[in-house]
């Protein structure tokens, strides 16, 4: 029978969930644009496009889609093109935005509301083919035994996606309570540039990253 060391697992994969990278930043801002609860439906796609990934990865199917230079580099610029995408937008929204305006945070909604913040999570979370080998490295170290390999792998991804929708509400709830705090449209202006300068950031960081050999 296929175990799971989940006394090794859940504190590490906290760890990694807990780390501040593009998906975690974008929870966080749409929770204190729009709502703890539209940011919490949005982080659905973010936790699709992982699902996708563990269960490549618990077919064996992940670590050959990385070792292909073809496949890895595509993913890896669409993916940059992306977050560059993000953020660019989120600065120039800034810029738009009045200094002086008096209208309160949640005023000017995404256009398409929660299915669009869906989509940019599910986007953002699969166009990071670092996240494949993550989980191909990650998640075998802690199954073990005679049983099915597959049914393990699987297992301890579904442990993985609820470590990481906790982290997600921990980011969300972050989030709401900077909703509550009033504050002048000048401040907001401020985060949606932090946003938007995080985002290019992570643009970059991808962008620099090399296929492992």
């Known amino acids: 029978m296929t175990t799971v060391d989940w006394l090794a697992f859940v504190p590490i994969a906290l760890g990694i969930s807990l780390v501040p990278g593009a998906n975690q930043l974008l929870g966080l801002r749409n929770s204190y644009r729009n709502g703890l609860r539209t940011a919490m439906i949005a982080v659905g796609g973010r936790l699709v496009a992982f699902a996708i990934m563990i269960v490549l990865v618990a077919l064996g199917l992940g670590a050959v889609l990385v070792q292909s230079e073809m496949v890895f580099s595509t993913v890896k610029w669409a993916g940059v093109a992306y977050l560059f995408y993000l953020g660019v937008r989120r600065l120039w929204s800034s810029w738009r935005r009045p200094a002086e305006s008096t209208s309160p945070v949640g005023t000017d909604p995404t256009p398409g509301g929660v299915l669009a913040l869906g989509r940019e999570e599910f986007l953002v979370a699969a166009g990071n083919p670092k996240a494949v080998l993550l989980f191909a490295a990650l998640l075998s170290q802690f ?71």
Do not use: K
């Not at 099915?148 to 709401?176: D, F």
């Open 143 to 213: 199954v073990s035994g005679p049983g099915s390999t597959v049914g393990g792998l699987l297992l301890v991804g579904t442990g993985h996606l609820v470590v990481e929708t906790l982290v997600a509400l921990l980011y969300a709830v972050l989030g709401s309570q900077l909703r509550r705090i009033v504050i002048s449209a000048r401040v907001d202006r401020l985060v949606a540039r932090v946003t938007g300068v995080c985002l290019i950031g992570f643009a970059a960081y991808l962008g620099t990253s090399q296929r492992p050999s």
